[in-house]
C-alpha cells in the first residue's frame, strides 16, 4: 500500500517542526493509538486501536525516525503486530518553507497482512487517508495551540 500527499501549515517551519518532534503530541495525533512511550534514541512504542471496515484490531506498534536533518525531514520506520494482523513500512516527511507557509510532503510504503489486509486493498487505501487526513488536522491545531502559548 503506497500513500503520498502535501498539507499546508500557516505558521513557520521551525514551530511545526517542533512540534513534530514532541511525542506527547504525535502520541495524541495518531488515531487509535494510547499515546507513545520513548524506548531509545528516536525509538517509540504505542499500543494502538485500529478498525479499517468491519475489522477491529489491537496493535503493538514500533517507531523509529532516522536520517534526521532538522528542521526539514526524516525517515519514520514502522513495525507492528496484533491478533487482526501485521504491518511494517517506511515513510518520509519533509517541510520546507514556502511563500510564509510549510508544506509538510509525506510518501510511505506499508506492506499489511493478516484479518486485517482481507478487507481488501481499496478500503485499507481509503481507511489510510483518512488516517492521514485525522492526523494532520490535528497537527495544524496542536501547533496553533503551542503559538498561542508561547505568545
Known amino acids: 500500500m503506497h500513500i503520498e500527499g502535501s498539507y499546508d501549515f500557516n505558521f513557520q517551519r521551525e514551530l511545526v517542526w517542533g512540534v513534530l518532534m514532541d511525542i506527547d503530541v504525535l502520541g495524541s495525533i495518531i488515531p487509535g493509538s494510547k499515546g507513545l512511550e520513548e524506548i531509545g534514541e528516536n525509538k517509540y512504542h504505542s499500543k494502538l486501536a485500529v478498525k479499517v471496515g468491519p475489522v477491529n484490531g489491537k496493535f503493538e ?6 536520517d534526521v536533518v532538522q528542521p526539514e525531514s526524516y525517515r519514520l520506520l514502522v513495525e507492528g503486530k496484533g491478533p487482526a494482523g501485521h504491518v511494517t513500512g517506511e515513510g518520509t516527511i519533509s517541510l520546507a518553507q514556502e511563500d510564509g507557509k510549510t508544506v509538510m510532503r509525506y510518501a510511505g510504503d506499508a506492506r499489511i497482512g493478516g484479518k486485517i489486509a482481507a ?33
Open 61 to 66: 506498534a514500533n517507531f523509529e525516525l532516522v
Open 119 to 151: 478487507v481488501g486493498q481499496r478500503l485499507l487505501n481509503v481507511a489510510a487517508k483518512q488516517i492521514a487526513k485525522q492526523a494532520l488536522r490535528k497537527l495544524s491545531k496542536q501547533v496553533e495551540l503551542r503559538l498561542e502559548t508561547a505568545g
